[in-house]
């Protein structure tokens, strides 16, 4: 199966700091999708980014298939987002809608 | 609308013993499917169905098994229970359950086998 590889693994920032959370994958895909899980577990999404680049408030995502990486980018950090930040590829030779995730970035913020 | 809802939230068990998850997708969605997620480690994926037919399986023991309903609704199985089978179990839904397609997921059900 894909290898993804997520970098960095741990990260702490103040509040209103920026970050780039960085995702690394090993073959072809045909889906990408950012989480964020909370601590209670529940995987939230963020952005579904097969390819190219979407903004939402202070998060945003860029996708570059042709190279095998996608990269996360939170502005202004908030204590809110502290969590783990996971990236999820499905490969683009499997018929299947099954994904691979990487270990996750652990993000805390303090405020 | 309903996201994924998953029951129970919680979960005890004794090794040896059987236990069963249950997961519904959002409405519309005909395809689920089953991840593990055991802690400091990314969810694992164990099964995928659509139209109540099993379409994909991850690199799991036969102890490991499910079924999808005619609404769409399914159940994980997990016979004679290990101590490492303790994880946090994740349904996903998806429209079709096709390569490429998004996937929501549930809150999860935190088994503990002690």
């Known amino acids: 199966g894909i290898q993804v590889e997520q970098s960095p693994p741990d990260l702490i920032l103040q509040e209103g700091a920026n970050s780039t959370l960085r995702c690394n994958f090993s073959?072809?895909?045909?889906?990408l999708q950012w989480f964020h899980q909370n601590p209670w577990g529940q995987l939230i999404n963020l952005f579904y980014i097969p390819s190219g680049t979407k903004q939402n408030g202070r998060l945003s995502a860029t996708t570059v298939a042709t190279e095998r990486y996608s990269l996360l980018y939170i502005s202004s950090s908030q204590t809110t987002d502290s969590g783990v930040y996971f990236c999820a590829v499905g490969e683009i030779s499997s018929t299947l809608g099954r994904l691979y995730f990487g270990r996750g970035t652990q993000l805390t913020v303090w405020p | 609308d309903a996201g994924v809802t998953q029951s129970p939230t919680h979960l005890i068990k004794t090794r040896g013993q059987h236990v069963t998850l249950r997961c519904s997708p959002i409405?519309?969605?005909?395809?689920v499917s089953w991840y593990q997620q055991v802690l400091g480690q990314g969810p694992q994926f164990i099964f995928q169905y659509y139209e109540k037919e099993e379409r994909g399986r991850g690199n799991f023991p036969d102890r490991f098994s499910a079924r999808q309903f005619p609404n769409y609704s399914s159940e994980l199985n997990v016979n004679a229970l290990l101590l490492g089978d303790s994880a946090l179990y994740l349904c996903?839904?998806?429209?079709?359950?096709?390569?490429?397609?998004?996937?929501?997921f549930g809150p999860g059900t935190r088994l503990t086998v002690t």
């Open positions: 409405s519309g969605h005909k395809s």
């Open positions: 073959d072809s895909v045909n889906n």
């Open positions: 996903a839904s998806s429209l079709e359950g096709h390569r490429g397609q998004e996937q929501y």
